[in-house]
Nanobody
Framework: QVQLVESGGGLVQTGGSLRLSCAASGRFFSIYVLGWFRQTPGKEREFVAA????????NYADSVKGRFTISRDNAKSTVYLQMNSLKPEDTAVYYC???????????????WGQGTQVTVSS
């Protein structure tokens, strides 16, 4: 079993930056892909970015391409989401999760973390 803990959220002004972390512990060999999703009240959880644990291939939602960067530090068992040029519409609770599929469908992800709040003020 893999446990995931997100951190790094907070309040930032429009145009600012934040770096989220997702620390993994447990049975790492079961991790193929780690993804970031976000959710606002009353809306579906939506895909943000994903990275292959081995090899490092990445995928991004169109809404964050060019502004967000996902990366991993295998030695620290941590995946990061660097968020630049933040907009009010990026405000959400951000979650990380693992999957055996390199995709964007949240139903293929599991072992969700508890989430970290990101608020972008206008």
């Amino acid at each position: 079993q893999v446990q995931l803990v997100e951190s790094g959220g907070g309040l930032v002004q429009t145009g600012g930056s934040l770096r989220l972390s997702c620390a993994a512990s447990g049975r790492f060999f079961s991790i193929y892909v780690l993804g970031w999703f976000r959710q606002t009240p009353g809306k579906e959880r939506e895909f943000v970015a994903a990275i292959r644990w081995n090899g490092g291939s990445t995928n991004y939602a169109d809404s964050v391409k060019g502004r967000f960067t996902i990366s991993r530090d295998n030695a620290k068992s941590t995946v990061y989401l660097q968020m630049n040029s933040l907009k009010p519409e990026d405000t959400a609770v951000y979650y990380c999760a693992v999957s055996r599929v390199f995709g964007t469908d949240k139903t293929t992800y599991h072992n969700w973390g508890q989430g970290t709040q990101v608020t972008v003020s206008s």
